[in-house]
Each structure stands twice: as C-alpha cells, then as structure tokens.
C-alpha cells in the first residue's frame, strides 16, 4: 500500500502515510484533544500533528526590516509550558509562506534568526543590529558569569588509581562523546555501565567519567536514583575508548601518502601514469554532471583547466585529483568505464593520497585554491564505511575555516574590484564552508569553530551560481537542477547552526535546564524550519506525490531536515526522564504531545529512508549523511528507555525493529548506512535491555524487555 502522511491540523488523514512532515496550516504542536488521546502503533499514520505554527517569521522581533531593536534578556522563565507550546501565545506575527526574512548588510544571518537566550536573575537590555548579539561582549560575558559559574560548583579533585586514566588501556584511543554527538550522551547514561565506569561493546567501550543523579550505581542497588526536571545535575560525562585496529586503514594510507619522494614532479607522473587523457576527460565529464552541481566547490574555468599537465600552485594538482577519486564512484553511468571497470577500478587510493600530499604543499602558500581543495577532502569516504572516521577528519574541517579566514572569504566581497566570477566563487565557498563546518561539529559533537561576530557574507541568490554556458546539455541541466537546492541548503545550514548554538553548546545546556526554557527556545526554531520547507514544494510535498526526480534532489535535504528536528525532540526529552511517580503527568499536556511527536518523527524518518533506492544512492551525498543516520536509531532507543507507559514502549518497540530491517535492507546496497545498520546491531548483539537499563527496572521499556517473548527474540542481556 502506498503512504502518505499529512501532518496538517484539520486535515483529515485517513490511513495514508507520506514520509513528509508538515505542512501548511499547521499549528505548532498536536491539539490538546489529541495528544492527550493514546494511539496504537497502528493508528500512527492517520495522525494529526500540528508541527509547526503557520509562516512564522523565525523568531525575529518587531521590524522585518532589519532595523535595530531593542531586545531585553530576561530573568527565569515565566511562561508555563502550555503557553509555549500555544499556536497562539508567545509567538511572532506570521509571513507569507514561501518567503523567507530578508537580511540586511547590518545583521548576522544567524544571530537575526535566533531567539535570545533566557538568563536567570539578570536584566540586560542591549540594541544591535538586527537583534543580533555577539558573545565576546562585556554585556555578555557578564550575563554568562553570573548563569553559568552560579550554578557550577567544582568538586574538590580526587586521586583515583592509576587504572582509571584514559590512558591507561593499551591500544585505544579516547574521545570525548560530546553533547550533540549522534551515540547522545543522555542515552548514554541509561547504559549498564561496570564497577569501572565501562560498557563493553566490540572493539568500542563507553566510559563514564563522573555519576549522575540520573544514573545508576553499578555497584549499588537497582533502582535509579530520584529524578529532577533539570538537565543540569550533575551532567554525564562520556568517553568513546576505541580500539585502535579499526583505524588500521586510516593509518596505511596514512602512511602511503607519506611515502615516496612526495614532490610534486613525482605526484605529477604519478597521476599521469594512473589516469591516462582519455580517463580523465571521462572523469572529468561525470564531476561536472554528478558532483559539481551539488557541490560548486569550483567554478566552471577551473573545471576548464583541470586537463591541462602543468597545473601550479596556484591550482595544485590535488585539486585535478580529488576531481577525478570524487567522479571514480560514477564511472558505471560512462558508457566505456562502466565496461573497462569490470578489468579494474580507478585507483582511488592513490588519488587520495596525491590530494592529501598537495594540501600539504600548498599550505606554504595562500590561494582560493587552497580552501577549495581542503572542501573537496572534506568529501572523501571513509576507509571503512563502518567506521567513524579518526578524530583528523573533524580537524581538517576546522582547517577549512582557518584558510576561509586567513583569505577572508568570511567578509562580504560583493563591492571589492575583483572580477565578477571570482565574487561569485568566494560567496559560494564561504557558506559551502560554514555548512559543512556547521554540520561536521553537530555529528562529531564539538563545539562549532564559527564565530557570528566574525563573519558576514549575505545569504546566496541564484545570481551567485554560473548557468553552465559552455557544458554539455546533461551537466547544464543538472546545474540549474540544483541552484535551488544548493540554496535550501545553505539556508537550512544557518537552521543547524543555532541548533547546535541553542541547545548544544555548554552554555546553552547550562542555562536551559529546564522543560519551560527548552520550549522556548524549540518554538522559534521549529517555526523557522517550517518557514524554509516552504521555500520549495518538493520538501512540502508530499513524497509519494513527487516525481522520481524531485524526490532524488531533496532526499539529503529531508535527511537534514529530519536530523534538526531530532536534535530539538532530543533536547527537549532530557528533564523528561522516567519516573514512575510521575507517570500521570507524563500522560497529559504538554509531556504527552513532545513523546507523541517524537515518536511521529521518529516514523517518518524511518519511512523516508525505507523509500530510498538505488537511484538514490548512486547519488553525490553529503559526507556527513552516514551519521545523520545513527541519529534516528539513538533517538528511537531515547524514546523507548524514556517511555512513560506499556503502549508507548510497545510501539517504540516495534519503530526500533522496522527500523533495524530497515537499516539492514539498506546497508546492503548503500555504504552510508552501514555505519548506523552496524552500531545498531552491536546494539541488539549486546542486548537491548543493557543500553535502557538506568530507566529502571520498574520503567515500562525495562518491564517490557525482561518479558519471555523479549528474550527469546535477542533483546535480553548479553555479558
């Protein structure tokens, strides 16, 4: 049966299901008639869920014409949590749907979009442009002193034995796992971790560093200790402790790209004698089809002289390579690779490593060509697709933006005395640096390295992208295919990052403990998402309504825009952990309609990935689409552990394993899924029951689990 669900408030839904969310005349949340009503696992498609509130402008206050205002920063949290979530209170006046706010040359794209922090106790009233604040203010430094170091009491250092440093395991390497890092340190401490602090997985532990009221002590007794609605006692703290072999490819191509004389002479011949005029013209041909229009990285008289033999610093030979490793996967679309594949690949690997050894090289210098070559290593995959990459990876993104600025590609060039291409491509390669940067510190769980104070280029218009004059029919299509999309993207990249800024940030969790404070700031946040999907009807449509075309171009954007949302309903389950004596408050307004809405999400991201096929996968996807993936399965598990009743944990249940034969199905023929199908069945392997074990062994999930049908179905423990 084909699907369709329509989230629109009013509509009435019958039992299609569309993988879409959302739409049109949508209030914010579920009517109170409905998410104070339980539903079965079959009934979820032919619900209604209001997510969005209709064309709200973003959070902005007051004038829409960038303008300075004042805005004042409040002390705690007034409003109760029913009027935050109401369509109608607490929110700003609506604009026409299919319009986005303009930006002046006066405002942060991002900051003019943001809501304002909610402080506590301190009244700062404070004018900047377009409401935006920068965060190195006194003003602002002060406001945090007195949020922040209020709340934070450091403990006294203890001396613990040797055996618990982080050093001390032979052969693993230890990372953080940060606030908004896909394996969700909130998940986390619902693990049954040992009398050390550790839970063993294969070839991956998790290491707990401090207790949390929370959690539970392994060595006391089973029940979890008394909950709070505050997101701040006592925080866990998490360590990834990875064993090294996993990384036994990184480190060989590490080490070939090391070896050899490393000139550039040497690499030249070495390109030259791996691919031949002929393959690269072929190469060259499917970049500009398949990769380029997506990912204008380059600008089309660079692509010109990629076939030229004597490139020079100033276009490095890195840039020609990873040209042709990014267009090897398309080779079976070229009529003649696709048969000479069969005797043998494109030698990606030394591609590569020619690519790696030139940014080297052309780091003594300082060109564009520099920064374009270090976005275009940003897309390399992974030696291992189920494995997260070496910590490097996340450094080289913070590289892009450190050459971004040492160019000063973060300024605005519009009115420089530069050629007009060369504008263009500088404006393009900020935000496609900003996005990318943006999106590598949400799934790694670091901290974003992009100041808004620091930075200004005005948002893209389809006069920032070349038209393709000059290339085939075939790539000039498919280059004004993807105008459009290009700037959805970089629109919804400012989404992500005042995500990360609003809820992910140490600040930000510090000072919005509360379930009242993270409504707040969800409601802006979701308006603006709902304000961008108007931008385009093919994320407003319904997707069994689109065309097989339409569906492929905004398949990574509904991916992204799915990965947002899980990102708010994440940080809005953290005070809301289960706690059997409010049980009947988790049952009524506005708790019920946060676990019914993140149960909805969490279904339709899972049908949207079981409607992928393999036109789908064959085409040019965002490196960081592999860990968007383990968003959904962690957020699942969240929502199973925190699950006030039987129903709720039965049908979380059940969204858990549709969602792992999903995953399974998938990662067969899609490399990006197999990181996710991977950690989910070391999951299950381990047994389910061990990652939701602090909930309690009185919680509904936990109950349901221990049941004999469970166990025998290999959601039982596993030591």
Request: with cysteine; proline share 6%; net charge negative.
């Amino acid at each position: 049966m084909e699907t369709g669900m329509d989230v629109g408030m009013g509509m009435s839904m019958g039992t299609e299901m569309d993988m879409d969310m959302g739409m049109g005349m949508d209030n914010f949340w579920l009517p109170t008639t409905e998410a104070r009503r339980s539903f079965s696992p079959g009934e979820a498609p032919s619900q209604v869920m209001n997510w969005y509130m209709t064309g709200n402008t973003v959070g902005r206050n007051g004038s829409e014409n960038g303008q300075p205002h004042a805005r004042s920063r409040a002390g705690p949290v007034e409003a109760s949590a029913h009027d935050v979530l109401s369509p109608t209170r607490n929110m700003f006046r609506p604009t026409s749907q299919g319009t986005t706010p303009t930006t002046t040359l006066s405002e942060s794209p991002s900051d003019s979009s943001g809501p304002s922090f909610p402080q506590r106790s301190v009244e700062v009233a404070e004018t900047t442009p377009g409401g935006g604040s920068d965060d190195s203010s006194p003003q602002h430094a002060a406001v945090a002193e007195n949020t922040i170091d209020n709340q934070l009491s450091v403990p006294q250092p203890s001396n613990w034995p040797a055996e618990f440093s982080l050093e001390f395991r032979q052969g693993y390497s230890n990372q953080l796992v940060g606030l908004s890092c896909e394996s969700d340190p909130f998940l986390l401490r619902h693990y049954r971790f040992n009398a050390q602090g550790t839970y063993h997985m294969l070839r991956l532990d998790f290491r707990k560093v401090v207790d949390d009221v929370k959690s539970q002590d392994p060595s006391g007794p089973t029940a979890p200790t008394s909950q709070s609605n505050s997101s701040t006692d006592n925080d866990p703290i998490q360590f990834m402790m990875c064993d090294e072999t996993i990384w036994a490819d990184d480190i060989k191509a590490t080490e070939r790209l090391l070896s050899g004389d490393g000139t550039e002479a040497a690499d030249m011949a070495l390109l030259n004698k791996v691919v031949n005029p002929d393959l690269g013209a072929r190469l060259l041909k499917l970049y500009s089809r398949f990769v380029h229009p997506r990912y204008p990285v380059l600008s089309l008289s660079d692509l010109r002289r990629i076939p030229e033999s004597d490139c020079s610093l100033s276009l490095p030979i890195g840039i020609r390579s990873a040209v042709y490793a990014l267009a090897a996967p398309f080779s079976f679309l070229d009529d003649e690779l696709s048969v000479s594949k069969g005797y043998g690949d494109v030698p990606t690997e030394d591609l590569w490593a020619i690519a790696h050894r030139s940014f080297q090289r052309a780091g003594c210098l300082s060109h564009i060509s520099l920064l374009q070559l270090c976005l275009l290593l940003l897309q390399m995959p992974p030696q291992n697709f189920v494995v997260a990459e070496p910590s490097k990876f996340w450094a080289l993104s913070c590289s892009a933006v450190a050459i971004a600025e040492n160019l000063g590609v973060n300024m605005e060039p519009t009115g420089w005395r530069l050629p007009r291409e060369e504008i263009m491509l500088r404006r393009r390669l900020w935000w496609l640096t900003y996005v990318a940067h943006t999106w590598h510190a949400l799934v790694y769980g670091r901290p974003s390295h992009l100041n808004d104070a620091n930075w200004f280029v005005s948002k893209l218009t389809e006069d920032d992208f070349e038209r393709g004059e000059g290339e085939d029919l075939d790539s000039r299509r498919s280059i004004l295919q993807q105008i459009p999309i290009c700037l959805a993207q970089f629109d919804l990249g400012l989404v992500a990052a005042d995500v990360l800024k609003e809820f992910y940030s140490i600040r930000a969790h510090w000072e919005s403990p509360t379930l009242n404070s993270l409504l707040s700031r969800a409601q802006p946040l979701r308006a603006r998402i709902e304000s961008w999907r108007q931008t385009l009807p093919l994320l407003s449509t319904r997707i069994s309504e689109l065309s097989e075309d339409d569906f492929d171009n905004g398949a990574a954007l509904r991916l992204s825009h799915l990965t947002l949302e899980i990102m708010i309903f994440r940080a809005l389950l953290r005070p809301l952990a289960y706690d059997a004596e409010s049980v009947p408050e988790r049952c009524q307004e506005p708790i019920s309609t946060i676990f019914e809405n993140c149960y909805i999400c969490a279904s339709v991201a899972t049908e949207i990935v079981s409607s992928l096929r393999s036109k789908h996968f064959a085409s040019f996807w965002p490196h960081y689409t592999r860990f968007q993936l383990c968003y959904v399965s962690t957020f699942i598990l969240l929502n199973l552990a925190q699950s006030a009743t039987k129903e709720m944990a039965l049908r979380n249940k059940a969204l858990l394993d549709k969602w792992r034969d999903t995953l399974r199905i998938q990662a067969r023929a899609w490399p990006l899924a197999r990181l996710a199908a991977m950690r989910l069945d070391a999951i299950f392997w381990k047994g389910v029951s061990s990652v939701i074990h602090g909930a309690g062994p009185d919680s509904p999930a936990v109950l349901l689990l221990n049941e004999p049908s469970s166990r025998e179905s290999g959601d039982g423990r596993r030591t």
